[in-house]
């Protein structure tokens, strides 16, 4: 008879790591851990270097001959330029602080998830040519030379980081692991190596506008849409201005709010929002996306995509940008806009709201508000009608996106905000929330779906503290400030805590906006029946009629 | 004495000698972390390994707790493996072993006072909770595949509308019926 493996046989076949050293052990790459590659079309048509057709589960991954050199150079130009970069990568201690921290790591249980590891596979590389150590005693001490295993498994760990900076909260030198991810990114573009759902809606950002390459007329055609929409659930149609010269402000968002469920929602809540306002504003279809995938590839490419922003707001004469519910768009305002495309164009003034007189000061260099703000202040002021009953059937919890967390502080606006429209709101644990907050698992380009399983994994960590307010609290409702937040979440809800949805924050507050002049409210945004409604008014309305 | 207080003297052993056959299933390099950090929200994976060991515990050993109540202790445990790298052999192979542990450390005593029926009625109960997590496996693989292509018409829910008022409004639309 043929001997059947044991239960602990079968369960034993662990990973080799306890034979191998761990920079030894190479990556495997199984369907479902790795995103699909980029298009050598796409990658031609935006002049990215080595355009070439490749397959990660391939031996080959066909890269140009002199792709060592490639390289060693780019890697030497990049420390040059970024004296973050070299800082990083002498002065990390092993103390292990950040190695616990990443959502990967909590999720994969891989230790090169491990922030500190996941940054060794570069500074081995670094350790044989730039320390002195490294070039005398090599691999004794940690220093490696490139091979192109080295490079397959830049790539498998460069894609399982979601430069969400959670570890760089928690290393005392302030290392921040997401930079030196968006380096090897950077580097792997250098020898054509990128992936398609990044590099798709990077194209076609660069040649229309917005991620899914979609012309303006028909651009504008979809969010007047969205605006009738709004008719059928106000009874009122909010005004749909775009490309137009000579208003106070230019309003940008992420595109997803425009294509995708449920971020359409939010998108709806903004217009019923300015409508209510009557603000002085305009979209462009120019600069009609927000969000930034060119920061997940180059610094080159970031640069470049956000310029829009300023070209538009020059051309057309705006005094300030108000901006809508992103994550990184708000990383890339803060922290790199104004080495990027600043100055500011001189026809753009610190931000005003021409409602409440508030200046907002913190924006004197950028001139971008995020709407966030513009909403709590408003509240603040006492602008705004509200009725937060009509949302009494959620009980909400707030996930804080890492980017307005951890590169803007926006940690506070949105709360203040949904506490004014939810009467039922509930923190997560705190260690998972604020500057703490867990990632979606999904950020940074790798919210695409052949990575599914992937993502329920490193998004584990938020949806384990979901629903742990979900079976104490009875929370069904999860906020949001992100558009890639409103695609990722719903996923990793209906896996970790299925019954709890997603939306943005104004979705919500349209939802309670008692507006001038409209119908009585009966369904919320999406169309569905309000709960609450009670019939008093309508029969004391038809009682009225039949008189 | 009575076989589900032999059971119970061993509860707190077998939970630990299970939980850390589990945390071995995981690189060495983070058994230690799995081990040492309790932290429910900072270490969730050992934090839901714990729980499914104390439920799968009670429920072999014959404890008076309704399926539901072990359904909602394993679920979580579950929907770990289910995603993480592993075969579903070694996803669920990990349930198989409980079994012996149960043999080394309950089954000497309760053949000595004569209860081997007892201790083999608990092999059955543990043989049924693995077939109760392969349906929640099962389940958990197939939200998965769900929500793969509920993505990608989310992505283009609007698009897709559009499309269709188009296509409603072209002289050249097609009748369906
Ligand atoms: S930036 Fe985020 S994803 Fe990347 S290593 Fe740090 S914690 Fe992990
Ligand atoms: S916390 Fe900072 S210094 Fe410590 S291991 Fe991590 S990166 Fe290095």
């Given amino acids: 008879m043929a001997k059947l493996p044991t239960p602990q046989m079968l369960v034993s076949s662990r990973p080799a790591f306890p034979d191998k050293a761990w920079l030894d052990t190479k990556p495997e790459f199984a369907p479902g851990s790795y995103c699909y590659p980029a298009k050598k079309e796409t990658m031609e048509l935006l002049h990215m270097p080595n355009p070439h057709d490749w397959d990660p589960a391939a031996e080959d991954w066909n890269l140009p001959d002199n792709w060592e050199k490639i390289l060693c150079d780019a890697f030497e130009e990049r420390l040059e330029k970024h004296r973050s970069l070299k800082l990083f990568m002498d002065i990390c201690v092993r103390c292990g602080a950040c190695a616990d921290k990443c959502h990967f790591f909590l999720g994969t249980n891989d230790p090169k998830n491990m922030p500190v590891l996941r940054a060794e596979l570069l500074r081995s590389l670094y350790r044989r040519d730039h320390a002195m150590l490294g070039r005398l005693l090599g691999k004794r001490v940690g220093a490696r030379s490139w091979d192109k295993n080295v490079v397959k498994e830049l790539f498998y760990y460069a894609y399982q980081c979601t430069e969400c900076r959670r570890c760089s909260l928690f290393c005392p030198y302030g290392i921040d692991t997401a930079e030196i991810t968006a380096i090897v990114r950077e580097l792997l573009h250098e020898v054509g190596l990128g992936i398609h759902w990044i590099m798709d809606p990077v194209k076609n950002c660069s040649f229309t506008g917005?991620?899914?390459?979609?012309?303006?007329?028909?651009?504008?055609?979809?969010?007047?849409?969205?605006?009738?929409?709004?008719?059928?659930?106000?009874?009122?149609?909010?005004?749909?201005?775009?490309?137009?010269?000579?208003?106070?402000?230019?309003?940008?968002?992420?595109?997803?709010?425009?294509?995708?469920d449920p971020g359409i929602y939010t998108f709806m809540g903004y217009l019923l929002l300015f409508h209510e306002l009557d603000l002085d504003y305009t979209f462009s279809t120019y600069a009609s996306e927000g969000g930034n995938f060119g920061s997940f590839t180059t610094f080159n490419m970031a640069k470049k995509l956000n310029a829009k922003m300023y070209a538009e707001a020059e051309r057309l004469g705006v005094k300030w940008i108000l901006g809508g519910e992103c994550g990184h768009m708000w990383r890339v305002i803060n922290q790199y806009m104004a080495t990027y495309n600043g100055p500011a164009p001189s026809n753009m003034q610190t931000p005003v709201s021409p409602y409440t007189g508030t200046v907002f000061a913190n924006a004197a260099s950028t001139k971008m508000v995020h709407i966030a703000e513009f909403t709590a202040d408003l509240i603040h002021h006492g602008k705004l009608n509200l009725d937060p009953s009509r949302n009494d059937h959620i009980i909400t919890t707030f996930h804080d996106s890492c980017n307005p967390a951890r590169a803007m502080g926006l940690l506070d606006e949105p709360r203040y905000v949904l506490k004014a429209v939810c009467n039922n709101f509930v923190e997560m644990p705190e260690n998972t929330i604020r500057e703490q907050t867990f990632c979606c698992g999904a950020g940074s380009g790798l919210n695409t779906e052949e990575i599914m399983e992937?993502?329920?994994?490193?998004?584990?960590?938020?949806?384990n503290a979901l629903r742990y307010v979900q079976q104490k609290f009875g929370v069904n409702h999860m906020a949001c400030v992100c558009a890639i937040d409103r695609a990722t979440l719903p996923p990793l809800a209906n896996y970790w805590a299925p019954g709890v949805t997603v939306s943005g924050l104004h979705e919500l507050v349209a939802n309670a906006l008692v507006m001038k002049g409209e119908a009585k409210r009966t369904m919320d945004l999406r169309q569905e029946d309000l709960p609450n409604v009670t019939d008093d008014d309508d029969a004391a309305q038809a009682q009225g009629e039949g008189q | 004495m009575k076989a589900i207080a032999v059971f119970r003297n061993h509860k707190e052993e077998l939970v630990r000698l299970w939980t850390e056959a589990v945390f071995n299933t995981y690189p060495f390099e983070t058994t230690g972390f799995l081990r040492t950090k309790k932290d429910p929200f900072g270490n969730p994976v050992a934090d839901m390994t714990r729980e499914a060991a104390a439920a799968l515990y009670d429920a072999v050993a014959g404890e008076n707790v309704d399926i539901e109540t072990t359904r909602n202790a394993l679920d979580r445990f579950i929907k770990l493996r289910a995603v993480q790298k592993f075969t579903p052999s070694q996803g669920l192979g990990v349930f198989s072993l409980m079994k012996p542990l149960l043999r080394k450390h309950v089954m000497p005593e309760l053949v000595i006072q004569k209860k081997l029926a007892d201790y083999l009625e608990a092999e059955s109960r543990l043989d049924s909770l693995t077939l109760l997590a392969f349906d929640l496996y099962v389940k958990d693989r197939e939200v998965l595949a769900q929500s793969r292509i509920t993505e990608i018409r989310n992505q283009y829910a609007q698009l897709a509308r559009w499309a269709q008022k188009l296509n409603a409004a072209s002289p050249l639309a097609v009748d369906d019926e």
Avoid: W, Y
């Fill in chain 1, 210 to 260: 917005n991620h899914l390459g979609i012309q303006p007329h028909s651009f504008k055609e979809i969010v007047e849409m969205l605006a009738d929409d709004c008719e059928t659930v106000t009874g009122i149609r909010p005004k749909t201005p775009f490309n137009e010269k000579g208003h106070e402000i230019l309003f940008i968002t992420p595109s997803g709010d425009v294509f995708a």
């Fill in chain 1, 454 to 463: 992937l993502r329920m994994r490193s998004g584990m960590p938020r949806g």
